[in-house]
């Protein structure tokens, strides 16, 4: 990768490089389509593939559900269940993809007959996962059959006791496993070490979120009972109207928009703009959104509501906004949750404080491990994010109890894979519980374990994080004039979408330019009026930049100087008229 405008160290101390091929879209020749060409080239998309990656479709991504293991045991076993009438309880993990994983299954077993129910364990008062006392009594209760979603992989003795209970456990997860898997009727897991680790195999689904696993054991199990005949005087259930749902899950839970999670999110967003969903529907009002959700949108405005429940207030409230026939219902849920995500973000504030001085102290080692008594352990995954981004490394923030127990969320960065340290810790002993993916992870400790535990983390991952910082450069692909930066341009790239982890979102540079007007806007956002040699003006807005590099010297820039910025452009369309913005990463001095 070249190195652009010749910016080796930029305001905030980094190196600027196009993400792949070198070229200046102020060429009398450039048009949309080339850059769209080049925004799917450059993010690993084959040339044979352009046409399939421009419209990304389910057919063409769509995997045969049975190379995964266990996927056809499960698909039977539940379309025993249908065929029986028995009691199924779908037992799911109270964020994001696990709401909507549960969800699609209720609807799933719905549309087949089957009313199956939802249960989503406390955060505070049960932690993650099946416990082997919540499935005991599922079965006590009268439930014939347990489907665990986005949770299970690990839980060996929560399975055990339901085992010896004598009820059937289906686990449907994503989550990283051990070597050895824990006893269950079926466990369907991209992620099982003995999947195929061929082209075509199973593993190569890896990156799906648990939502996107349970689409395909929906997509299993219809199979199954269109073979048993089921479907010879009712019509099939159109699995496809669910994926809404599924665009949700798997943009919420970060995992990476490529290959099928590229069709799921972009067909589901056609799917979630006729707001069949009642649900959705709501959530979307009271979300104040008067347009058709964005993938951004999933992740920034839809999402957190949903996690809200979770995270400060009821668990299983986003599965019932997500199941409900009620639209009163709906509107009443998607209010709470609206109201809960503001109560969030207050508790969030007061714990990113906190965490934020004490991750100050450790900011050298590879790893930030930082933890606190009284912590809400509803808000520290997010601010474990916040952490991440900050200090460009690992960071993991751990809510201690009056007795010394901890739980904990940790959030990791490009090429570090944190949820196989995590499973090492637990194997090490240094863990009561620990387990996610290459990004993200969660786990139970105690406190006299902390020390030993952030020097193991030190210990196997300095070497990655390192790796990580010293490649790490601002990615860019396309240089205008501030002229160039307009909604048709928007337009244009929207075309390479749908954007997100592993599918980055382009990035621009623009300039040279000078600052008009700069101000503080908000929460410590900074606005700036910028202008070009080319006599055209834009808005630029650097989010929670006020007091770094990049906000002191948009603030203090001398007028005679000038300045390449560099960052995603966005629609404003609060005025008369659509207009394009530019949301700041970094500048660079021009002269």
């Given at each position: 990768?070249?190195?652009?405008?010749?910016?080796?160290?930029?305001?905030?101390?980094?190196?600027?490089?196009?993400?792949?091929?070198?070229?200046?879209?102020?060429?009398?020749?450039?048009?949309?389509?080339?850059?769209?060409?080049?925004?799917?080239?450059?993010?690993?998309?084959?040339?044979?593939?352009?046409?399939?990656?421009?419209?990304?479709?389910?057919?063409?991504?769509?995997?045969?559900?049975?190379?995964?293991?266990?996927?056809?045991?499960?698909?039977?076993?539940?379309?025993?269940?249908?065929?029986?009438?028995?009691?199924?309880?779908?037992?799911?993990?109270?964020?994001?993809?696990?709401?909507?994983?549960?969800?699609?299954?209720?609807?799933?077993?719905?549309?087949?007959?089957?009313?199956?129910?939802?249960?989503?364990?406390?955060?505070?008062?049960?932690?993650?996962?099946?416990?082997?006392?919540?499935?005991?009594?599922?079965?006590?209760?009268?439930?014939?059959?347990?489907?665990?979603?986005?949770?299970?992989?690990?839980?060996?003795?929560?399975?055990?006791?339901?085992?010896?209970?004598?009820?059937?456990?289906?686990?449907?997860?994503?989550?990283?496993?051990?070597?050895?898997?824990?006893?269950?009727?079926?466990?369907?897991?991209?992620?099982?070490?003995?999947?195929?680790?061929?082209?075509?195999?199973?593993?190569?689904?890896?990156?799906?979120?648990?939502?996107?696993?349970?689409?395909?054991?929906?997509?299993?199990?219809?199979?199954?009972?269109?073979?048993?005949?089921?479907?010879?005087?009712?019509?099939?259930?159109?699995?496809?109207?669910?994926?809404?749902?599924?665009?949700?899950?798997?943009?919420?839970?970060?995992?990476?928009?490529?290959?099928?999670?590229?069709?799921?999110?972009?067909?589901?967003?056609?799917?979630?703009?006729?707001?069949?969903?009642?649900?959705?529907?709501?959530?979307?009002?009271?979300?104040?959104?008067?347009?058709?959700?964005?993938?951004?949108?999933?992740?920034?405005?839809?999402?957190?509501?949903?996690?809200?429940?979770?995270?400060?207030?009821?668990?299983?409230?986003?599965?019932?906004?997500?199941?409900?026939?009620?639209?009163?219902?709906?509107?009443?849920?998607?209010?709470?949750?609206?109201?809960?995500?503001?109560?969030?973000?207050?508790?969030?504030?007061?714990?990113?404080?906190?965490?934020?001085?004490?991750?100050?102290?450790?900011?050298?080692?590879?790893?930030?491990?930082?933890?606190?008594?009284?912590?809400?352990?509803?808000?520290?995954?997010?601010?474990?994010?916040?952490?991440?981004?900050?200090?460009?490394?690992?960071?993991?923030?751990?809510?201690?109890?009056?007795?010394?127990?901890?739980?904990?969320?940790?959030?990791?960065?490009?090429?570090?894979?944190?949820?196989?340290?995590?499973?090492?810790?637990?194997?090490?002993?240094?863990?009561?519980?620990?387990?996610?993916?290459?990004?993200?992870?969660?786990?139970?400790?105690?406190?006299?374990?902390?020390?030993?535990?952030?020097?193991?983390?030190?210990?196997?991952?300095?070497?990655?994080?390192?790796?990580?910082?010293?490649?790490?450069?601002?990615?860019?692909?396309?240089?205008?004039?501030?002229?160039?930066?307009?909604?048709?341009?928007?337009?244009?790239?929207?075309?390479?979408?749908?954007?997100?982890?592993?599918?980055?979102?382009?990035?621009?540079?623009?300039?040279?330019?000078?600052?008009?007007?700069?101000?503080?806007?908000?929460?410590?956002?900074?606005?700036?009026?910028?202008?070009?040699d080319d006599g055209r003006s834009l808005k630029a807005v650097a989010f929670r930049q006020a007091e770094t590099l990049l906000g002191t010297a948009l603030l203090g820039a001398p007028p005679h100087r000038r300045l390449w910025l560099a960052g995603r452009v966005k629609i404003d369309d609060w005025g008369a008229k659509p207009a394009a913005e530019l949301h700041l990463d970094d500048a660079a001095w021009?002269?």
């Amino acid at each position: 990768m070249n190195t652009v405008l010749n910016i080796t160290k930029s305001i905030l101390g980094q190196p600027w490089r196009w993400r792949a091929l070198e070229t200046d879209t102020r060429d009398p020749g450039f048009a949309p389509d080339d850059l769209v060409t080049q925004l799917l080239l450059s993010r690993g998309c084959p040339r044979d593939d352009l046409a399939a990656h421009k419209a990304p479709s389910i057919r063409s991504f769509m995997p045969d559900p049975s190379i995964f293991r266990d996927m056809d045991r499960a698909a039977e076993r539940l379309a025993d269940a249908i065929a029986a009438k028995e009691s199924v309880t779908v037992f799911g993990d109270y964020d994001v993809d696990g709401a909507t994983s549960a969800a699609l299954m209720i609807l799933v077993l719905r549309d087949l007959g089957l009313e199956a129910k939802a249960y989503i364990p406390d955060r505070l008062m049960e932690g993650y996962g099946p416990s082997g006392a919540a499935l005991v009594r599922l079965k006590e209760e009268g439930a014939d059959l347990i489907v665990t979603v986005d949770c299970g992989a690990q839980a060996f003795e929560a399975l055990d006791q339901a085992r010896d209970a004598g009820v059937d456990v289906i686990v449907v997860d994503h989550h990283k496993c051990a070597l050895t898997l824990p006893y269950a009727h079926a466990l369907v897991n991209p992620n099982r070490l003995d999947e195929d680790q061929g082209e075509g195999g199973g593993a190569a689904h890896g990156h799906l979120a648990a939502v996107g696993v349970a689409f395909l054991l929906g997509a299993a199990l219809i199979r199954v009972l269109r073979g048993r005949g089921a479907f010879t005087d009712t019509p099939e259930p159109r699995l496809l109207d669910l994926l809404d749902i599924v665009a949700l899950g798997t943009v919420a839970d970060v995992a990476q928009l490529r290959g099928l999670n590229r069709a799921f999110v972009a067909q589901g967003l056609k799917v979630m703009a006729q707001r069949r969903n009642i649900g959705l529907n709501a959530l979307i009002s009271a979300s104040r959104l008067t347009r058709a959700p964005t993938a951004t949108d999933l992740g920034f405005a839809l999402g957190p509501r949903i996690n809200a429940g979770g995270r400060v207030g009821k668990s299983d409230l986003g599965v019932r906004l997500l199941t409900t026939r009620d639209p009163q219902e709906a509107a009443a849920i998607a209010a709470e949750l609206d109201a809960l995500n503001e109560e969030r973000r207050a508790i969030e504030g007061m714990v990113q404080e906190a965490a934020e001085a004490l991750a100050a102290v450790a900011k050298e080692r590879a790893v930030l491990v930082v933890a606190g008594r009284g912590w809400h352990a509803g808000v520290i995954g997010i601010v474990a994010g916040r952490l991440k981004e900050k200090y460009g490394r690992p960071a993991i923030v751990i809510a201690l109890d009056e007795s010394g127990v901890g739980k904990g969320s940790g959030r990791s960065v490009s090429g570090v894979d944190l949820g196989a340290a995590i499973l090492s810790a637990k194997d090490g002993g240094l863990l009561v519980a620990g387990g996610g993916h290459a990004m993200a992870a969660g786990l139970t400790i105690a406190e006299d374990q902390l020390a030993a535990f952030g020097d193991f983390l030190e210990s196997r991952l300095a070497e990655p994080v390192a790796r990580s910082i010293g490649d790490r450069a601002l990615l860019l692909d396309a240089l205008l004039a501030p002229g160039g930066v307009t909604p048709a341009l928007v337009e244009a790239m929207d075309q390479g979408g749908p954007y997100g982890m592993g599918w980055p979102q382009p990035r621009i540079v623009t300039g040279p330019v000078r600052i008009i007007k700069a101000d503080i806007v908000g929460n410590g956002h900074v606005r700036a009026i910028i202008a070009g040699d080319d006599g055209r003006s834009l808005k630029a807005v650097a989010f929670r930049q006020a007091e770094t590099l990049l906000g002191t010297a948009l603030l203090g820039a001398p007028p005679h100087r000038r300045l390449w910025l560099a960052g995603r452009v966005k629609i404003d369309d609060w005025g008369a008229k659509p207009a394009a913005e530019l949301h700041l990463d970094d500048a660079a001095w021009a002269d």
